[in-house]
């Protein structure tokens, strides 16, 4: 078994918490080791919240390492977005209960963004708090939904509106995972690394354009890189600022458009990634148009996010997506902050755009639509 | 109108958060000049969670002092433990997310311990997490369940097994509300009181054991200082422990045969003080058992609970009320700890508790039934 991971863990600490991301192919196969190193030699009773697929997939994988009697037991939330609700919390608390779960007891979040989120809130508030693992499964959640502490559910009134800031113990980013990942989910989960590299590594942008075949072929050694470099980026931002009142805000670069784009389609046409890229296109031609970077790193900025997709095509009028951008929780007491690039890797936050801007900016991501179908 | 409260407000210091306690008659009818000084003279978005009855008997106290064009927006919960789940939740937050309410807005807990758990709870997860005022309506959620920042509903499994810590903004006890209690419920808030006296207060049991005519008989100036004394007691354990790790634990004073009794007689027969009333014999009888306080004090002790009682009898194995204390979320690890009396005004936490001495306990404490009785 390979307990040492090839890159030293990344810390996140928080006011609330303090923890490691350990980034390795294997992790997942040598996790009782590791969780007997994480709480001191005793481990508690475990239980694990996942779906039926991943499962089927990679049951065997996570219980090699356990003896029989430490064995974790599995709940599980059937795959999707519309099971991330307040019905699914009341069930897994329910079995949780029934299974004499008490405030010692660990969950994992075995699976990608829904699993994070919906594991991460029930360890937030049963019992009043207790313990939670990462261990996610999608390149998207590990290298930005597993990070950063926020958990929680949709309402009907719109997603994420209910949940908590809630850090877990510590995540474990299995590589080999994502060898079962279908190609689009990777795409997807690129575009958010294609954002850190924008707002905040240089070195992390660079990688991804010269190293962009190995990438897209999945090859370990290349998401190894991309991963930590990611997760590097989101955990310096949220270590800065756990609770989203100032830095951690330019994690929502290209986010303002791309959950507009999200909503408008109905949370179905397109993976988050997909709409974050179109999101990101739009917030660079804002930032073109305000003169706060140059056209060279702005036509560098969007062949890179191109690269990585070219995201799948939709219809809207922009000026809808304009309209739906009010409804967003990063609106305040109705001032909306808005994330503009000031370069290769660094940003602004802006008060002032007006919905005309706005509307400018999106009208020219659609140009970019266009180019994609000639 | 009267802004000033005669008692100087009760400071609660947390890690989380600091607030005042307000304990006033008339509390209510200032509330907004009072929302004015909290928020720097810039009151958010207000919303009103309360019962119908509270609403109709309280209203237009409540909406007095407010102008206009800045009156709360009513949310509605019917009264009653069994609403006390997470789809009262769901249905909250979905009215909050359709009326606009955002990060800053506020919330309103007016109403007794289930209006106030349920409230804080809303806030708790509203967007990750909301202000919210506790205006308590009842003597046991003025003197209890509105400070300390436990909040959260009730699993089918158990009570209280989803939640959040999470402290108010401020809380206003208003005195003149008390006039429409309840005998019944005055009396089961006051077991709280007699709580508070016994495990840290030797000052208040003396003032309940001298003035029981007065405060029993609700006039204001007694009670304001009774809820004065024992909101003190429960903001200076609340203080040194805000999440249960050590002395927060002597709240818990006759909570575990209590709870026993509330769960046996299925949340109906008994009140929260009256359940806890009993329970508090069994632990005198455990402790004067253990040798822990002088036969003196037991006396003085039993005889001040059943001042303010007798609470109403009820029949059950005391075997089974043992067998029962098996699932109390203060239970860790198979760990059970037990606060036991050892003076007035003075307690100690055991871990040793035998079931067959708790079962002895409990058996004495039907003997005060058999006194009751005659």
Tied chains: 1, 2.
Excluded at 165 to 180: K, Y
Excluded at 185 to 206: D, F, H, T, W, Y
């Amino acid at each position: 078994m390979r307990y040492h991971s090839p890159v030293p863990p990344i810390r996140v600490t928080t006011p609330a918490a303090s923890y490691d991301v350990t980034i390795a192919p294997g992790a997942l196969r040598s996790l009782y080791p590791r969780l007997r190193r994480l709480t001191a030699g005793n481990p508690p009773r475990t239980f694990v919240v996942t779906s039926p697929n991943i499962w089927a997939l990679w049951h065997q994988a996570l219980l090699e390492s356990f003896p029989a009697l430490h064995r974790p037991t599995a709940l599980f939330l059937p795959a999707g977005e519309k099971h991330k609700r307040l019905a699914a919390i009341e069930s897994l608390a329910q079995q949780l209960a029934l299974a004499g779960a008490d405030r010692d007891s660990l969950l994992l979040a075995f699976g990608g963004g829904v699993i994070g989120d919906v594991t991460g809130f029930l360890a937030a508030i049963y019992m009043r708090g207790i313990r939670y693992l990462g261990l996610p499964t999608t390149l998207l959640a590990q290298v930005d939904s597993s990070l950063g502490g926020k958990t929680g559910v949709n309402l009907a009134a719109g997603k994420n509106l209910i949940g908590s800031f809630h850090q877990p113990l510590a995540v474990f980013s299995d590589i080999d995972l994502l060898a079962t990942l279908p190609p689009a989910e990777l795409r997807s989960g690129l575009q958010e690394s294609v954002k850190a590299g924008i707002i905040r590594s240089p070195s992390l942008l660079r990688y991804l354009e010269a190293n962009a075949d190995a990438v897209l072929a999945a090859e370990p050694a290349a998401l190894t890189r991309v991963v930590t470099a990611s997760v590097k980026v989101k955990a310096e931002v949220v270590s800065q600022d756990e609770k989203e009142s100032g830095l951690r805000m330019i994690l929502n670069f290209g986010h303002t458009i791309g959950h507009a784009i999200e909503a408008a389609t109905h949370y179905r046409k397109l993976l988050h990634g997909e709409a974050i890229a179109w999101g990101m296109l739009a917030a660079l031609n804002l930032s073109l148009s305000r003169g706060g970077i140059t056209r060279k790193d702005f036509d560098r900025m969007v062949a890179l996010v191109l690269r990585y997709g070219p995201p799948p095509l939709f219809r809207c009028d922009p000026a809808r997506l304009v309209a739906l951008t009010g409804g967003d929780k990063k609106v305040r007491s109705g001032r909306r902050a808005f994330v503009l690039a000031t370069g290769i890797g660094s940003t602004e936050i802006a008060y002032d755009v007006t919905d005309a801007e706005l509307l400018a900016a999106t009208r020219a991501m659609f140009t970019h639509m266009r180019h994609t179908e000639e």
